[in-house]
């Protein structure tokens, strides 16, 4: 599924708007939420809580399946440029891939991404943004994509430098993780380096 346009209430503006799905290969796929996901989605992140307490700040915002539902409802209607996307793997979700924020004054976007700890180490986290990176690029306009991890977030890590991204920098205490602040990463990569990693890579497969 590829579809796009004014899928937002009172979106206003005639900018591209990110798609609703993206087929990322023949078993995986990505696609926003909706109210009849939240059973499953929270089964997954109830699942896998105390595997991704270690990173992500929001577990104890998400306790039920009223609260997952709660959390669907308000992203359909916050208006602010963020979107969330479930990774389906043969059609059973397996994680999330997300955009945090769309600057369009900049054009730039931030991915957030999490996968079920039965499904890590399979490249699915990476394939998903990879997919979601090239529809910001090729179809939104946009030219600069970020990803922020903790410094000690080694897995995280490895999937921005997977996608090639630069290293630009470290935040000190960026982020207050239920009882700490932590250091942040941040990694970079603007649409004509995507480009030229894209063509790196088609050649070597040819």
């Not at 796009?4 to 900018?15: E, V």
């Not at 989605?41 to 577990?59: G, H, K, M, Q, T």
């Amino acid at each position: 599924m590829t579809e796009s346009g004014d899928w937002r209430k009172d979106s206003g503006d005639s900018r591209p708007e990110p798609a609703l799905g993206l087929l990322v290969s023949d078993d995986l796929e990505i696609s926003v939420p909706v109210e009849s996901d939240a059973e499953e989605l929270f089964s997954v992140i109830d699942a896998n809580r105390d595997y991704l307490r270690e990173w992500l700040p929001w577990l104890d915002d998400i306790l039920s399946i009223d609260d997952e539902i709660s959390m669907i409802r308000n992203f359909w209607n916050n208006g602010d440029g963020s979107v969330i996307y479930v990774i389906r793997l043969d059609g059973a979700i397996v994680g999330v891939v997300s955009l945090n924020w769309l600057d369009w004054n900049n054009r730039s976007f931030g991915l957030g991404y999490w996968v079920s700890e039965d499904w890590s180490g399979r490249g699915i986290a990476t394939k998903s943004c990879s997919r979601l990176i090239d529809h910001c690029f090729s179809d939104l306009g946009l030219h600069r994509s970020v990803i922020e991890a903790s410094v000690h977030n080694l897995p995280s890590r490895a999937i921005a430098e997977k996608l090639g991204m630069r290293l630009e920098g470290i935040s000190k205490d960026r982020e207050w993780l239920y009882d700490h602040f932590t250091d942040s990463v941040m990694y970079a990569i603007t649409q004509p380096e995507w480009l030229v990693k894209v063509n790196d890579e088609l050649a070597l497969d040819r």
